[in-house]
């Protein structure tokens, strides 16, 4: 399992195709564990986002993949009605 330590070490790096495999490779693993407990994620409602103080990074575009599919950049994105957007206001 990826750990969070090194999550943020890629980003220091700014080496966004090593923080892709990261964040797809954890996807595997929630994919497994959804089909463990007999869930499925839905791959329409869900998106990759980036949140970066340093604007060039915040706008930078992930392809994070979950069973072959990418899962499409949303760059703010909602959570159960409320807007997350770069700076967080939760407009």
């Known amino acids: 399992m990826v750990t969070y330590k090194s999550?943020?070490?890629c980003m220091a790096d700014r080496d966004r195709q090593a923080v892709e495999g990261v964040l797809s490779k954890?996807?595997?693993t929630i994919g497994e564990d959804l089909?463990?407990?007999k869930l499925k994620l839905s791959?329409?409602?869900t998106v990759s986002a980036v949140f970066?103080?340093?604007i060039k990074d915040a706008k930078r575009e992930?392809?994070?993949n979950f069973n072959n599919?990418?899962?499409p950049f949303c760059?703010?994105?909602k959570f159960l009605g409320v807007t997350l957007d770069r700076s967080l206001t939760y407009r």
């Open 7 to 9: 999550l943020r070490h």
């Open 26 to 28: 954890d996807m595997a």
């Open 35 to 37: 089909q463990t407990w």
């Open 43 to 45: 791959t329409t409602k």
């Open 52 to 54: 970066h103080c340093n």
């Open 62 to 64: 992930l392809k994070v």
């Open 69 to 71: 599919e990418t899962l």
């Open 75 to 77: 760059p703010e994105p």
